[in-house]
């Protein structure tokens, strides 16, 4: 997926802003997100909303979703585990 164009000499740096940035997500929800964008290809929408209901409901009980939830609520970055 390109979201994204920049020129070639700043093509190297901003892949490593981007790799330190998803580094800092939460892995759990970065593969999640993964499944349901690869599904997405081939699934009906009825199947699609099933599988995204599913999903969240995975994401839900993760210690990085209750990281975030508190961090947002302190004010804070959060500090995911990738758990």
Not at 31 to 43: G, P, R
Not at 47 to 72: H, M, P, V
């Amino acid at each position: 997926m390109i979201w994204k164009v920049v020129d070639d000499s700043e093509l190297m740096a901003e892949a490593h802003r981007l790799a330190a940035y998803f580094a800092g997500q939460p892995t759990d929800g970065l593969t999640l997100i993964k499944q349901a964008l690869d599904a997405s290809e081939t699934n009906s929408l009825d199947q699609q909303l099933d599988l995204e209901r599913d999903l969240q409901g995975q994401a839900g009980r993760t210690s990085d979703c209750a990281e975030g939830i508190s961090a947002f609520l302190e004010k804070r970055s959060p500090q995911f585990t990738g758990r």
